[in-house]
């Protein structure tokens, strides 16, 4: 494949990651929306984690999160992060790395609301990245903000979305003899052009 075309062909690599994700779905067993996302603390010593993807828009990716978390704090600190998606069924790859927002508004409101009533709940009790005496004290704590909430809690205060948007993508497939095709785009800004190369596997 010397020019880009079949997988990798389009104009806009938003377009292009939400084909790939629209493909993992039928094949991945579980959680194709899976992100290992990348950030670092003040040290600048790094962590990873998986998390759920739950929007690709026109100009960035988005996913939810306690804003009391080690990792919100992580986000909010460096405001940048990274991640990767990696499908074994389809034998692809998506790295993207840029700059983070708060998504606190309207569409986390939104997306809080489709969420399972238990999940609501969960979110409410959940004291992300905090120590926990054992699981029964996490079971209690929903069985309280059960009570207290009721079957329609609002989104928690500490609770919504970050916004990715991408400076750099790139779109990796599993090549013969290991050599993988990779696609990098790359911008200043959302305001400048992608530069689109080729890399070597």
Same mark, same amino acid.
């Given at each position: 494949?010397?020019?880009?075309?079949?997988?990798?062909?389009?104009?806009?690599?938003?377009?292009?990651?939400?084909?790939?994700?629209?493909?993992?779905?039928?094949?991945?067993?579980?959680?194709?929306?899976?992100?290992?996302?990348?950030?670092?603390?003040?040290?600048?010593?790094?962590?990873?984690?998986?998390?759920?993807?739950?929007?690709?828009?026109?100009?960035?990716?988005?996913?939810?999160?306690?804003?009391?978390?080690?990792?919100?704090?992580?986000?909010?600190?460096?405001?940048?992060?990274?991640?990767?998606?990696?499908?074994?069924?389809?034998?692809?790859?998506?790295?993207?790395?840029?700059?983070?927002?708060?998504?606190?508004?309207?569409?986390?409101?939104?997306?809080y609301a489709s969420r399972s009533l238990k999940s609501r709940l969960g979110a409410w009790a959940s004291k992300q990245s905090q120590p926990l005496s054992s699981?029964?004290?996490?079971?209690?704590?929903?069985?309280?903000?059960?009570?207290?909430?009721?079957?329609?809690?609002? @989104?928690?205060?500490?609770?919504?979305?970050?916004?990715?948007?991408?400076?750099?993508?790139?779109?990796?497939?599993?090549?013969?003899?290991?050599?993988?095709?990779?696609?990098?785009? @790359?911008?200043?800004?959302?305001?400048?052009?992608?530069?689109?190369?080729?890399?070597?596997?």
């Amino acid at each position: 494949m010397s020019e880009r075309d079949g997988i990798f062909a389009g104009t806009d690599p938003f377009e292009i990651a939400a084909r790939w994700l629209d493909d993992a779905r039928d094949s991945e067993p579980n959680d194709p929306n899976a992100i290992a996302l990348a950030t670092v603390d003040s040290t600048g010593m790094p962590n990873v984690r998986m998390v759920l993807l739950k929007e690709i828009e026109a100009q960035a990716f988005v996913f939810y999160t306690n804003y009391e978390s080690t990792k919100a704090a992580e986000l909010d600190s460096a405001g940048k992060a990274a991640f990767v998606m990696h499908w074994k069924s389809l034998r692809r790859q998506i790295r993207v790395r840029g700059t983070i927002t708060r998504e606190n508004g309207p569409q986390a409101d939104e997306y809080y609301a489709s969420r399972s009533l238990k999940s609501r709940l969960g979110a409410w009790a959940s004291k992300q990245s905090q120590p926990l005496s054992s699981r029964t004290a996490l079971m209690a704590e929903v069985a309280k903000v059960t009570a207290k909430l009721g079957p329609n809690p609002p @989104r928690p205060p500490f609770w919504g979305g970050y916004r990715l948007e991408p400076t750099e993508i790139e779109f990796w497939a599993d090549g013969a003899f290991r050599l993988h095709d990779r696609f990098q785009w @790359r911008r200043e800004n959302a305001e400048t052009e992608w530069q689109i190369q080729r890399l070597n596997p």
